[in-house]
């Protein structure tokens, strides 16, 4: 598979200068958290210690750093399922406690263990985590339009795969956003696959953001291998948004360097991938290129960034020590009803 070669020569001309010091020091360490985060779901996974199943990140967390990390805690995130949306939701504040208990279906979970990784964080504002692809559409848009009503300046991030842009929801909200200038940043991570499929045999144009000219929506594509350059995109749409001028699409074209999910074959069609190519990609690892650009920039020495990685990997692990000590829900009827809408239960007995 190609690796997304147009976004090179676009990635070139965006620069980072919108972006202080702290920003980028902050984007580079969220950006090593979620790494140690997506290892540990791999190797956890592969020791059948998980529930459910895990899409990992490698090669594809840059993106949801650079959407979330300036959100305000106001703003609504809808997360991308790609490494179970765990970027743009550590960039958002959330805890990794709570997040990891849920995916070993401990009552300690933030969903008490009941949805893998189908979960929101009512306090952070991050909604719409599904398992059905481009759900998050049609409830971003009234989140949107519930943000312009309260003429607060709150903005939804919607991000998405490529995949997701087959779904008449997708037109339908975005018809609706620019229409109506809802706040909304359509947030694309294209990653040129959706499991087997290619992006370039199911969309006829090679940017998805052209779908935006239809509606007459700015957009903007970024390197998503660059979590700068993503998060210099998402400020400028965010501001935007909060401006009041409308939604905008921030396409950022990212590669996928695992599998689909854990235990589905890596294929293109029926062709298992080719190594080469993966190798080829892996080049662009987005915690590599970003640890050149840190080193070369004199943001850190290799030793912090050794103390950076230290540290992240301790908050990973101690997310599990406290995940492993919860216990599973209770069994029996109550456990069972609870959270069970039902109008008529007494009709139900
Ligand atoms: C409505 C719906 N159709 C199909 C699927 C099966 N499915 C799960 S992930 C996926 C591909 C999604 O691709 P993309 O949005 O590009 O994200 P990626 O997994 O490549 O990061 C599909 C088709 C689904 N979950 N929901």
Redesign the pocket.
């Known amino acids: 598979m190609d690796a997304n070669p147009p976004v090179r020569e676009l990635a070139m001309s965006i620069s980072n200068t919108a972006l202080t010091i702290e920003d980028r020091k902050l984007l580079f360490t969220n950006l090593l958290r979620a790494d140690e985060y997506d290892r540990t779901m791999y190797k956890r996974m592969m020791s059948g210690k998980l529930l459910g199943f895990y899409?990992p990140g490698e090669g594809?967390i840059a993106p949801g750093i650079g959407a979330a990390t300036f959100l305000n805690q106001d703003d609504v995130l809808s997360p991308?399922?790609?490494a179970h949306g765990m970027a743009h939701a550590l960039a958002k504040g959330v805890d990794l406690k709570p997040y990891l208990a849920e995916h070993t279906g401990k009552a300690g979970g933030c969903s008490e263990g009941r949805s893998s990784f189908h979960m929101s964080f009512p306090e952070h504002k991050i909604y719409m985590f599904s398992?059905?692809?481009?759900?998050n559409f049609a409830p971003a848009v009234g989140y949107g339009y519930a943000a312009k009503l309260s003429g607060k300046g709150q903005v939804v991030m919607m991000c998405?795969?490529?995949?997701?842009y087959g779904?008449g929801r997708a037109h339908e909200a975005m018809l609706m956003a620019q229409n109506m200038k809802l706040p909304i940043i359509f947030w694309c991570?294209?990653?040129g696959?959706?499991?087997h499929a290619e992006?370039s045999e199911m969309h006829p144009m090679p940017d998805i953001s052209s779908l935006a000219d239809g509606y007459g929506m700015p957009k903007r594509i970024v390197d998503g291998q660059d979590v700068f350059a993503c998060a210099e995109a998402a400020r400028e749409a965010i501001d935007h948004a909060r401006e009041g001028k409308g939604p905008m699409f921030v396409e950022c074209k990212t590669l996928?360097l695992k599998e689909?999910d854990i235990g589905t074959p890596d294929l293109i069609g029926s062709t298992p991938r080719s190594k080469e190519d993966i190798l080829k990609q892996a080049e662009r690892e987005p915690v590599k290129l970003a640890m050149q650009k840190v080193l070369a920039d004199g943001l850190f020495t290799m030793d912090e960034i050794d103390d950076l990685r230290t540290a992240a990997r301790a908050e990973v692990e101690a997310a599990w020590d406290w995940a492993d000590a919860q216990p599973f829900p209770e069994d029996g009827e109550a456990e069972l009803m609870t959270h069970v809408f039902a109008p008529n239960a007494e009709d139900a007995a």
């Open positions: 899409h594809a991308h399922h790609r398992g059905f692809i481009g759900f998405s795969g490529d995949g997701s779904q991570e294209n990653n696959l959706a499991i992006a996928r689909h």
